[in-house]
């Protein structure tokens, strides 16, 4: 199985925007985004924080970009409870149809975490 996660490599460096993982890079320069839309936001969002005198570690979002977050979360949070009850209830040896459905109803709530787009708004 193929991992993207940060624990399976630590030393790849990813998008300073969106946190995606960037590509393998051979030679020149270090990419800092995975594209130039990325860059751009980046720059704009510098500009914003500058404009409100923020610092680094502080950030302006929509509340309902931040509660779409918030119930992506506990969407996801239900799904690992539900997942870890129903791997108690299957015993110590679950059947493949178990599994794919646990795999299945976890991957649902995990996607639109996947999916989500990080771009400012005005
Ligand atoms: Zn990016």
Not at 21 to 26: E, G, I, K, N
Not at 37 to 51: F, N, P
Not at 104 to 118: K, N, T, V
Request: glycine share 4%; with cysteine; hydrophobic share 35%.
């Amino acid at each position: 199985m193929t991992k993207e996660g940060s624990q399976e490599h630590p030393e790849r460096s990813r998008c300073k925007w969106c946190r995606r993982v960037l590509p393998p890079q051979a030679t020149g320069r270090p990419r800092q985004f995975c594209s130039q839309a990325c860059r751009q936001w980046h720059w704009v969002g510098q500009q914003r924080a500058r404009e409100l005198q923020l610092s680094e570690h502080e950030l302006v979002i929509t509340k309902s970009e931040l509660d779409t977050l918030h119930d992506q979360l506990y969407v996801l949070a239900c799904a690992v409870n539900d997942a870890e009850r129903d791997l108690d209830a299957a015993g110590p040896k679950p059947s493949t149809a178990e599994l794919v459905e646990i795999v299945d109803w976890l991957l649902e709530a995990a996607r639109p975490l996947r999916d989500r787009e990080l771009a400012p708004r005005n």
